[in-house]
């Protein structure tokens, strides 16, 4: 990790961080980055660039947010992926996605929230409530959905500590459906032009839009890679990537992911991978994981195995869809934003077999042995859908895992255990 | 209790139902509804009819969905009060809420479902897997909703059991939520039109929009009567209406519910009630209560108060709101079923303000002295929503106790210190 050089104190103190708390905070993540990531051999060199990126992750890139609103910017904060960053961009604002990976604050979180809440919610509420995450302070307005119950409800009361806007994302993919959906594009268009004082603008969005396209295709590039043998990246570096895409510069992301992406292409052909050829090959699909929530991948490839694919929030579901580039007016590329969006097979949607289908090819395609389903204790759509999923894949001959977890150290132990029985069987 | 004088088990067994479990679960509700009900003094001498609608839960009432089956009609199965039984009724169907307010072959319904699933959603599923709800193996269809996300994915399992169609609630109610739900109308029309095999009638949706209304008025005029002081009805008793109106024939329900009213209007001019006038009257809110979960109305009532309003999905939600009678085209009527289903204050909709404020004109035209807010444990839309109605409850001068329960009697002996606490404030 580098060393800081710059004291950010005074920046957060002006942000309304709790100091002492926040200081803690960012004490204990060099060493949970230190044993996930950086006992890793053979690592890509172009993942230095992350190494630097979590070492700065509430320093520089929080300074960039402050100089942008200084410069007459916006930020505005995000849990899910499906508020659309080009809208953001587009509207001279910058789309940050909001601490939510660690237990922070849980016991503050919980007046709020019953005890039964998903880790996401009940980290995001705790590092809210504690004031300790600089995205969410330096946020001019947090942009919500109505993915899930918990979500939908928390929102409700974070809207009493900071501006929340929430967009209704419909709950089927009919006709109806994409017709609510457009108007809630547009009405994010309305609200954002609003926050920003700015008029959306056929140039700027076609602007954003490409330069969030190319995000999404160095992401691509990197993922479609790791379909050789041996792989040539760990899953931990490659979800880490995806992570760091909600909240880094996009420009500078997509340049750093690209190199990668070269690397990674020079590896495959030859033949140099993280790990040996034979090390058991798994598909991880389920719910998103968010700094610092590094905690399946770390077990199972510590446990001698290599992640291939993350069929995740964090992982495919952010990058395999591309909008539509070719509209050249506002309606055609809202029209191309709406349905970009709508094509993502989250499982607030009903049905949701399409996501069955996605996990069946990203695991024939990236060549996996068997599929762990890892779901945040508490999200019913997840775990309801993981009933049905399993099944499809065990018929299509992958062996699954079920994992029901959250953000402690707990449940380590016995999920040690569960890993590596579950590896035996792949092998 | 009745006894029963007809030999059912010819058509269980026609049904498809678990003879052997079903008798086992037969057994043991009179024996429940002895302790909850028939231990009660001063009970209206109209509750007689309750006491035997519950003697022939699964008896003369199937037979009369078997018969009307046999006559041509349809039976179509229902988890929630958003799904309107007006068109079921002017397409020839009779409307039954399904068997889910006990803890029934949980064992298998975790195969499908988490563990952290509400009880109100295991039970349902357990009572399908295990066959031991002739409504349900009589229904022609089931008719779901999307209100939370534990009901909206497990309809997908349900589906691989039986006829399942799902309704898209939207979750807001905006003029585009209501575009989205009137159209999720006319396609309910269509569905139950294919169904039932006939065609919607202008007449016939009168006559049951009438007669729906009617049920919701005789229910009104029973629970307007709990005003008085003292109580002339128990809260175990009228919520045992509610809980039997989502599946009695409904004229007869009307008719009974009305005799009932005239003698609780009585009463109230006689100032005769079923606990002395100086007992402490709790209003209770929350989460819908399934025959047989009369746990919290039964711990409240046998420690010494009254409880004198229900707002539930099994209590004010379901009686308050009439469909406009005036319109006379199918269109309008349909306009009319739109709006007063969406009208309902569901925890499911953000934000749900207006729950609050029923809650708190309920607590004062019925003279409460406290709240009590039952949930479901897992329950996060009404968990979460207890934060801000607690506070304003409180802010409003109300004492509020939170309950998290499930169907259990593991928890009956802590649930009772705290009631009895609760109590006590309030004297």
Redesign the interface.
């Known amino acids: 990790m580098s060393e800081n050089t710059v004291d950010y104190h005074p920046m957060w103190e002006r942000l309304g961080i709790d100091l002492e708390a926040h200081d803690a905070l960012l004490g204990a993540i060099p060493q949970m980055y230190a044993d996930a990531y950086l006992t890793q051999s053979a690592r890509p060199g172009g993942m230095a660039y992350f190494d630097f990126v979590i070492s700065e992750i509430h320093g520089l890139r929080i300074k960039e947010l402050v100089d942008h609103k200084a410069a007459g910017g916006t930020v505005i904060g995000t849990f899910c992926l499906y508020v659309p960053e080009e809208i953001i961009r587009a509207l001279g604002g910058l789309c940050v996605g909001l601490c939510a990976g660690a237990e922070w604050a849980y016991d503050e979180a919980e007046?709020?929230?019953?005890r039964?809440?998903c880790a996401l919610i009940k980290s995001a509420m705790g590092f809210k409530l504690g004031r300790v995450c600089p995205y969410a302070e330096s946020a001019d307005l947090v942009v919500g959905e109505?993915t899930?119950?918990?979500k939908?409800?928390?929102?409700?009361?974070l809207a009493e500590m900071c501006p929340v806007y929430?967009m209704?994302l419909?709950?089927?993919k009919r006709a109806?459906?994409r017709?609510?959906w457009r108007?809630?594009i547009d009405r994010l268009v309305t609200k954002l032009e609003e926050v920003s004082g700015r008029t959306l603008d056929v140039q700027a969005l076609k602007a954003a839009t490409r330069e969030v396209n190319d995000k999404r295709r160095a992401l691509q590039r990197l993922n479609a890679a790791r379909a050789a043998r041996p792989a040539p990246i760990s899953g931990r570096d490659a979800l880490l990537a995806v992570q760091v895409a909600f909240y880094d510069d996009v420009p500078r992301f997509t340049q750093m992911v690209n190199a990668i992406a070269d690397e990674l292409e020079q590896r495959a052909a030859d033949g140099v991978g993280v790990a040996p050829a034979e090390s058991p090959r798994v598909l991880i699909t389920g719910t998103p994981m968010s700094i610092p929530n590094w905690k399946v991948h770390t077990l199972v490839e510590q446990a001698g195995a290599v992640v291939v694919g993350e069929e995740l929030c964090t992982g495919s579901r952010y990058y395999e869809q591309l909008v539509d580039e070719s509209p050249d007016t506002l309606d055609g590329m809202l029209d191309a934003i709406t349905d970009k969006y709508l094509d993502i097979d989250c499982?607030?949607f009903?049905?949701?077999a399409a996501r069955t289908d996605d996990v069946l090819r990203m695991a024939r395609d990236l060549h996996a042995d068997g599929i762990i389903h890892q779901a945040l204790?508490?999200c019913?759509?997840y775990?309801?859908?993981a009933?049905?999923l399993e099944r499809a894949a065990k018929d299509a001959g992958y062996p699954v895992l079920r994992i029901?977890t959250d953000y402690s150290a707990e449940d380590l132990g016995q999920l040690s255990t569960r890993v590596e029985a579950f590896l035996e069987v792949l092998q």
């Open positions: 007046r709020y929230l019953p039964t809440t109505t899930c119950d918990g939908k409800k928390a929102y409700e009361l929430v209704e419909p709950q089927m109806a459906d017709a609510l108007g809630e499982a607030c009903t049905p949701n204790q508490f019913a759509p775990q309801i859908e009933t049905s029901d």
